[in-house]
């Protein structure tokens, strides 16, 4: 979500809990700086490895620096006031992780370059973020005693560079070599084993092009959440399994930012008809799995965009 400061942070709690009352989230607001953002934020959840903020970006260290614990500290802010405004809430609950891969392109080892450029490396991180997770999961169940169902998003937006090859090294002028499928598996399939074995439910949310779908699918995931515009047709295919097997497709449909057109709700409602129709999918049979999102974060709206495109996400959902 859009937003500098603590106060806008709980603007925007008050305004997923208002608007989005079937399923709400733990905001997320970027712009407060990098202890906020996805990286950060993943940092502050990874269970047993220290970090901090060189000029270049994250870096793990032998102990936390200044920068990581402000990160945590961040955290448990922000939870406080999710804890405080959601008190009497009942039902679904989503937060959301950066995912193992992406951390793993995004942060460096002690001594420079990517934990990527590392085999040891970047599994050491993964078992670290799921053991953090499973900690995220049961600090959130303390705090809400009336959630039924928690939803853990696990936010791959590297996941396509990491397979493909296409992640620069730290100089810029060459790229990490590709990650194997297998490998690439293996490591989501311990952060979402993580997430299920503390009773939630593991979400892998990309709005990038050419994300491995069918390898996603396959790790025990049970929700999928993709930008419509990036999927291709070899997509389809494995949408419609996930769908017709009781699992949750997340589409997003609602411009993250504010469209030089005005949005209309028919339009959008009938664009995820027709996708639905060329699945062979009928909306009332696939209604309780399918999930209306924006494109991606709203973090780069502004926030008249954001409180609109919260709203037309619903409305489109309660039209299907």
Known sequence: MPGTTDADHAEATRLVLGELPDLPHVPELPGRGVTAAMTGRGLAIVSGLGADLQPAGWRLTDASGVDHRRARSLLAQDLDTVEELAQDYQGAFKTQVAGPWTLAATVEKPRGDKVLADHGARRELAQALAEGVRTHLADLRRRLHGVDRWIVQVDEPVLAAVVAGQVPTASGFGRHRRVDLPEASAHLEWVVAAIVDAGGEAWVHSCAPKTPWSLVAGTGVHGLSADLDMLGPADLDTFAEVLESGRTTALGVVPSTAPA?????????????????????????????????PTCGLAGASAEWAGRAVRLSATVARNL
């Open 261 to 293: 057109t005005e949005v209309s709700e028919a339009r959008t409602t009938e664009r995820v008809q027709r996708w639905l129709d060329m699945l062979g999918l009928d909306p009332d049979g696939v209604g309780e799995h399918l999930v209306v999102t």
